[in-house]
């Protein structure tokens, strides 16, 4: 029985990548070890970091203006790099909060500088994206931090904010990155962490425009300074090389399948289609999100009897459909279709809902 994995992260990797590392594993090329027994500073994982690197460029057409950073401490560390690196005490920045992510995002914020909420969809239990005409960006503010994917509600952007003068934009990618082009020229920094869309958990990709690399505090922790990533090749101490390696290898798989436009054509329609599953259930199944907020990464739904909930994860699972439970702090189910998630996984996903409504409505 084939297994679809719709975990939100750690999330499904492709099945040729984990094969190639399965080969790859105990003796990497002609070096006689593995990539995870070599040191950082040898050749043949310089050759592997800077061929990531290079990779990751291409896909997404990250000029020389911007340094690429391979991190750690996940999208949560960043919550805190961002404001260390691009304010300084007594700075306001702007914040929209869209969801869970985002109000990390903000209490961290909150420890570093004074955040003010440009906009947010709370009221609306953060089912929807604020009109970006209602959003207030004081001008001096220090930069604008937004969440183009949320996660866990399952609201995403299909715009990129249009910011004022010449305060730097900030996106937490971690769930979006790569499954769509992006003009990166657009934004000040751009972070993702590696477990949804990228690799396996532990490396932190951050792409920063160089010119703000300058602005960090001067009391700021080395590993929290962005600057000294860019200086020493993310190689300030020893960086995850296991996980780097892996998301390398991601990266090529995207290249060698089209890269990011044709995951975008891919991933919409995959998309459309659980949604039009949901939307046409007369009733049984439902998402909560503005239609034009829905995510095509995260698509949680619900079933109009909750009493069912258990049933048909305890079904789904049997039937090779695993991980689609809710975050806690949501309930009912959550599929993550991300790059990785094949059409078929998807189309079984719709053929199981729909017998199971057939079988319970
Ligand atoms: C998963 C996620 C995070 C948290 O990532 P960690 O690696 O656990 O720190 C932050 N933001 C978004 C949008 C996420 O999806």
Not at 82 to 106: E, F
Not at 182 to 194: L, S
Not at 227 to 233: N, V, W
Not at 344 to 357: P, Q, R, T
Request: aromatic share 10%; with cysteine.
């Amino acid at each position: 029985m084939s297994v679809f994995n719709f975990s939100a992260g750690p999330a499904v990797l492709p099945a040729a990548v984990l094969e190639r590392a399965q080969n790859e594993l105990v003796k990497y090329g002609d070096s006689g070890v593995s990539v995870m027994e070599m040191s950082h500073r040898s050749a043949e994982f310089i050759d592997v970091a800077e061929r990531a690197e290079a990779s990751l460029r291409r896909l997404l057409n990250i000029s020389d203006d911007y340094a690429v950073l391979f991190m750690s401490g996940g999208a949560t560390m960043q919550f805190a790099m961002v404001p260390i690196n691009l304010s300084a005490p007594g700075d306001t920045i702007a914040i929209v909060n869209t969801g869970q992510w985002s109000t990390k995002a903000v209490k961290e914020g909150q420890r570093f500088a004074n955040v003010h909420v440009a906009a947010s969809s709370e009221s609306d239990g953060f089912c929807s994206v604020p009109a970006f005409d209602s959003w207030d960006v004081p001008a001096d503010s220090a930069y604008l931090h937004y969440t183009p994917n949320e996660t866990i509600g399952g609201v995403e952007f299909h715009f990129v904010p249009d910011v004022a003068g010449d305060i730097p934009l900030v996106a937490d990618m971690s769930s979006t990155i790569l499954s769509r082009p992006v003009d990166v020229n657009r934004f000040g920094v751009i972070y993702a962490g590696a477990q949804k869309n990228i690799g396996p958990a532990g490396i932190t990709i951050g792409i920063v425009r160089k010119d703000l690399l300058e602005r960090a505090r001067d009391d700021a922790p080395s590993l929290f300074k962005y600057k000294a990533y860019a200086d020493s090749g993310s190689m300030i101490n020893t960086p995850p090389t296991f996980p780097w390696y892996m998301a390398g290898l991601v990266f090529e798989w995207l290249e060698e399948r089209g890269g990011v436009a044709e995951m975008a054509r891919i991933n919409e329609a995959k998309a459309g289609r659980l949604y039009s599953a949901i939307d046409s259930s007369g009733g049984f199944y439902a998402n909560p999100v503005a239609p034009d907020a829905r995510s095509w990464m995260n698509v949680p739904f619900t079933i109009h009897d909750e009493s069912l909930t258990d049933a048909f994860l305890a079904q789904s699972s049997a039937a090779g459909l695993v991980q689609l439970k809710g975050h806690r702090s949501v309930g009912g189910m959550r599929a993550s279709i991300y790059n990785a998630m094949p059409d078929e996984g998807v189309d079984a996903l719709i053929a199981f809902m729909s017998d199971f409504a057939a079988r319970n409505g």
